[in-house]
Structures are given as C-alpha cells and as structure tokens.
C-alpha cells in the first residue's frame, strides 16, 4: 500500500474525522468498501502517546478508533451527509503482541462486523512491517443529535 | 506521554480487598485542544492510561496492557463536568503481572467496567 | 439444517459469549434479560449470528426478536 494512491491522507483526512491535533491519530484512509477499510499512522518523534521510544497501548487503541472514524466520515460522505462524531463504547478481546516503536508505519484493517442503532462493532488488526502488533474488537457509539 | 492528564489524590485499601483510587481530572490537558475542539471530552484511551498509571503506581512496577478481556465505556465524561472520580480495583497477582477487574464512578454514574491484564515490563 | 440442530448451534454460541448456561434458553425467555444485553451488546448477538448462519439480521427487526423462539424462526427463515 502506497500513500499516493490512498483515498485520503494527512490534512484531508482532517474532513472525516472531528479529532485534532495532539490527538490526531490516523494519517491516512487507504482504501474502503462498504464494510472494510485499511488505514494508518506513521508514528512520528514526540507523538502524544509515545513513551521510551514505543508506541504505548491507548496510542494503539485511539489509532484503531480513529481509523473507524475516518471510515465512517468516509461512508458518510458518500452518502453526502456530514462526518458522525463517535465514541468508543467497548474495548473487547484487546491483545497486545508487542509496542510498536516510534517512527513505524502503522496499517490497520478493520472489519464491520455488525451495527444496530447507532452502535457498530467492528474488528481491528493493527500491523508493522508485515507483523501483527494487537487485534481488537471495538464498539463505537455514534453521538445522536 | 501526557502527563498533566490527572493527579492521584487518593489510593485506600478496601475492605473487600480491592484499592479505591480517587482521581482529579486536568480540563487544561493538552489533549482536549483536539479532543474536540471547544467541546473537551476524555479520550477513553487516556482514562485506560489513567487506570494503568493508578495500577503501575500501586504495585510499584512498570506495566504494559497485554490483554483487555472487555472495558465498557457507559457514560461520556468531561473533565469540567466530572472532576474527581473513583476507580475501584481488584488487583490480583497473575503469570507475569496482574489481573485487574474495575470500575470508574462517582456519586451520580458509573462510567467504566474494565477487566484487563497488565503485564511486568522488564 | 433442522431446528434442532439450528437451536441447539444457536444456543451454544450465545452461551459462549455471554456466559449464560443453555437450559435457561427457552423459547419464550426473552432474550435481553436472559442475556443481559443492552444496547452496546445486542450487536455482539446480531454480529453472531451473522457470522455463523450468513443471516443478517435488519436493525430495524432486531427490537422484534424478543424471544429465543423468535430468534431461531429468523434464522430459520433467512438462512
């Protein structure tokens, strides 16, 4: 995967998702269909979430949740509808493999495993390199207006 | 890493064996500069932080989340609207580090119900 | 497959993962209470039987499928 053919990346990833800067944690919407998507993060020096040269657990964690976000923003948008704002409901089945280190180029492919209402459940695994660094699956609750 | 995110004000030792942490929330954090932007909203990945520092700082060790069985996030919080909160923990000792099984309240709502793995970072 | 099997398959897997004995699956025991679900883990179900049976349950139907027995005639009906 390459980023110049990535669907979005960096500042345009910025129209599908309501998190910002430092907690900005997705860079690029690789590809999507309708109930899967890849996306990533380069872990850059001074990341909000880096400790002793690792990306810890909740960086982890938030990247999995934003990369589902910009997903969302993404489905939505084709919909012409505006980016929902969505919480993390539930952490399940997190396993860690180990810490990625700062500077690595994190790609996660998350699949929706089932939505009702306004919760979705979906099933992530984030990789480095080839290697896969944790697996979750997540639920994410849409804000209702 | 954060670490002006929150102050351990509290950590008292139960009757029924757990540790009930008290916690003070910093609205000035960082963090809410993006999360979001003039509506500031804990990051539940910090509040899981959070736990684990309260764990790390308990215990004395260095720990690194290897395993979350489930954490429930039941109700949204603010660090303007809910500044002190509770965590109460049932720290048992496990194969390399600790099994914890938790719960984040505070008079009005229960917020979190956690059961996780921390493992000894060596 | 026969009921049966479809009801005793369904049963197992959601005894997996709610952690709930079978025997109190019965037909009219209404499954959000037997279950404890609520509307973070009614999806857990949906996403399930989804991915055991290929049946996908409409969200708008899910709030109709009260009972056991109303769970197994869905599936039954859409596999």
Redesign the interface.
């Known amino acids: 995967m390459t980023k110049s053919d990535a669907l979005f990346v960096d500042e345009g990833i910025k129209s599908l998702i309501?998190?910002?800067?430092?907690?900005?944690m997705v860079d690029t919407l690789y590809e999507a269909t309708t109930d899967e998507a890849t996306a990533g993060l380069t872990v850059k020096e001074g990341n909000?979430?880096?400790?002793d040269g690792k990306f810890?657990?909740?960086?982890l964690?938030?990247h999995i949740?934003q990369s589902a976000s910009a997903f969302a923003g993404y489905s939505a948008r084709l919909q012409g509808k505006p980016a929902p704002?969505g919480?993390?409901?539930?952490?399940?089945?997190?396993?860690?493999n180990r810490?990625p280190d700062e500077g690595s180029t994190l790609l996660t492919h998350i699949k929706i495993m089932g939505v009702v209402g306004n919760v979705s459940l979906l099933t992530a695994e984030v990789s480095v390199d080839g290697d896969i660094v944790c697996t979750?699956n997540l639920k994410i609750a849409i804000e209702e207006k | 890493?954060?670490t002006n995110y929150f102050t351990l004000l509290d950590q008292q030792p139960q009757q029924d064996g757990s540790i009930l942490f008290t916690v003070k929330l910093n609205p000035d954090c960082?963090?809410y500069?993006?999360?979001?932007?003039g509506n500031p909203?804990c990051?539940?990945?910090?509040n899981?932080?959070m736990l684990?520092e309260c764990i790390e700082h308990y215990t004395g060790k260095t720990l690194?989340?290897?395993?979350?069985?489930?954490?429930?996030?039941t109700a949204?919080i603010s660090p303007l609207t809910q500044s002190i909160l509770n965590f109460k923990a049932m720290i048992t000792e496990a194969e390399n580090g600790y099994s914890v099984q938790g719960t984040v309240f505070d008079e009005r709502n229960i917020y979190i119900d956690i059961k996780?793995q921390l493992t000894i970072n060596i | 497959m026969e009921k049966a099997e479809l009801i005793e398959k369904v049963n197992s897997i959601l005894s997996e993962e709610f952690e709930v004995e079978t025997d109190v699956m019965t037909p009219d025991a209404n499954i959000k209470q037997t279950l404890q679900l609520d509307s973070?883990s009614i999806v857990d179900m949906v996403a399930l039987i989804e991915n055991e049976f290929g049946v996908k349950i409409k969200p708008a139907e899910v709030s109709g499928l009260t009972t056991f027995g109303k769970l197994y005639d869905y599936i039954a009906e859409h596999i």
Request: hydrophobic share 40%.
């Open positions: 309501p998190q910002r800067s430092p907690i900005l909000l979430f880096c400790k810890t657990e909740p960086g964690i938030e949740a704002v919480y993390i409901g539930e952490i399940k089945k997190f396993h860690l810490l979750t | 890493m954060l960082e963090v500069e993006g999360h979001f932007p909203v990051p539940g990945v910090c899981l932080q684990k690194i989340i290897s395993d979350i069985k489930q954490c429930r996030y949204v996780f | 973070l």
